[in-house]
């Protein structure tokens, strides 16, 4: 199974991107997605969560700027991201976590491949 993620690109600052990822194939018990990003010699860092009932959260740095939103049975996730700054600017990547309860609650992890955001004037 893979997640493909996509709709990176380079934008102005104060511009906007919305970036789409979905699963190859479906996959059941999932629990939550979410949106990552790591910038060149920085650790990789939630921004964004959705989980099966649709609660989200965010990250300080991204609140009131960025919206996830989608689907966690149908495996798709968005992340709008408005007014965008150049320190938002890292590889971004969405994270599909899988628990099985009749697994007595182990959990997987599933990674999108990155999608490059660069915000520069």
């Known amino acids: 199974v893979q997640l493909q993620a996509s709709g990176g690109g380079l934008v102005q600052p104060g511009g906007f991107l919305r970036l789409s990822c979905a699963a190859s194939?479906?996959?059941?018990?999932?629990?939550?997605m979410n949106w990552y990003r790591q910038a060149p010699g920085k650790q990789r860092d939630v921004v964004a969560s959705i989980n099966s009932v649709g609660n989200t959260n965010y990250a300080d740095s991204v609140k009131g700027r960025f919206t996830i939103s989608g689907d966690v049975a149908k495996n798709t996730v968005y992340l709008q991201m408005d007014s965008l700054k150049p320190e938002d600017t890292a590889v971004y990547y969405c994270n599909l976590v899988r628990v099985r309860q009749d697994y007595g609650g182990i959990r997987y992890d599933y990674w999108g491949q990155g999608t490059q955001v660069t915000v520069s004037s």
């Open positions: 194939r479906s996959i059941n018990s999932v629990s939550a």
